[in-house]
C-alpha cells in the first residue's frame, strides 16, 4: 500500500515559522514529482510548492521567497519550511505525489496563523 502522512502543522502567531512533514510508505510507481496543496475554508486546494524527482523546485506567487521544499537523501520525506507566516496562510496543508498513471494525497495537517 501507498500511503502519505503529513506532520508538523499547529498553531502559529503571525511572523513565525512552521517545519511541515509529510513520509512516504510503500513503492510509488514512476513517481514524477511530489509537493504541497493547501485548502483554505470556503476556497479550491491550490498549489502551494512542487519537488520533481530531479530535483527541480517550484512555487506559487504567493509563497515564494517564505516557504522552501525539500526532500531527504532517500526521497522517503518531503519537508515544507514555512517562514514570515501570514493569517492567508491558515489552511489544511496536504502532501501530493504524482507518477504517470496515479495521483496519491496525504490526509492534510493543520496550520492556523493567528494572533
Known amino acids: 500500500q501507498v500511503q502519505l502522512a503529513e506532520s508538523g502543522g499547529g498553531l502559529v502567531q503571525p511572523g513565525g515559522s512552521l517545519r511541515l512533514s509529510c513520509a512516504t510508505s510503500g513503492s510509488i510507481y514512476r513517481v514524477n514529482a511530489m509537493g504541497w496543496y493547501r485548502q483554505a475554508p470556503g476556497k479550491q486546494r491550490e498549489l502551494v510548492a512542487t519537488?520533481?524527482?530531479?530535483?527541480?523546485?517550484n512555487y506559487a506567487d504567493s509563497v515564494k521567497g517564505r516557504f522552501t521544499i525539500s526532500r531527504d537523501s532517500a526521497r522517503s520525506t518531503i519537508y515544507l519550511q514555512t517562514n514570515s507566516l501570514k493569517p492567508e496562510d491558515t489552511a489544511v496543508y496536504y502532501c501530493?505525489?504524482?507518477?504517470?498513471?496515479?495521483?496519491?494525497w496525504g490526509q492534510g495537517t493543520q496550520v492556523t496563523v493567528s494572533s
Open positions: 501530493n505525489a504524482r507518477s504517470n498513471f496515479v495521483t496519491y
Open positions: 519537488i520533481t524527482s530531479g530535483g527541480i523546485t
